[in-house]
């Protein structure tokens, strides 16, 4: 059974900065894929950021384009979210999802997620 773990939110003011873990266990994190979302109260969760398994290629929203940058190590079994210049619109519960295919946007195409870890930003 794979199990997506994710740490390291809070509450930090904008500006700031945070990086966020992913740990991944019960299969080997060199296969996946792994992707970062986001979800706001009342919103649709929302893409942030890819990495292809091997790190070799990233993808980025447009919001956090500049800001945000995603990094795995396969030998650690851990992928992170480096957070910078946060914003409030930044605020969400980001959750870490991993699949078997190639990198996407589309969160239906994750095959497993985390259980999420909340970040705020306040202004």
């Known amino acids: 059974q794979v199990q997506l773990v994710e740490s390291g939110g809070g509450l930090v003011q904008a500006g700031g900065s945070l990086r966020l873990s992913c740990g991944v266990s019960?299969?080997?994190?060199?296969?996946?894929?792994m992707g970062w979302f986001r979800q706001a109260p009342g919103k649709e969760r929302e893409f942030v950021a890819a990495?292809?398994?091997?790190?070799?290629?990233?993808t980025y929203s447009d919001s956090v384009k500049g800001r945000f940058t995603i990094a795995r190590d396969n030998a650690k079994n851990t992928v992170y979210l480096q957070m910078n210049s946060l914003k409030p619109e930044d605020t969400a519960v980001y959750y870490c999802?991993?699949?078997?295919?190639?990198?996407?946007?589309?969160?239906?195409?994750?095959?497993?997620w985390g259980q999420g870890t909340q970040v705020t930003v306040s202004s």
């Open positions: 019960g299969s080997t994190l060199s296969i996946y894929t």
């Open positions: 999802a991993a699949s078997y295919g190639s990198a996407s946007r589309f969160h239906q195409q994750y095959n497993y």
């Open positions: 990495i292809s398994w091997s790190g070799a290629s990233t």
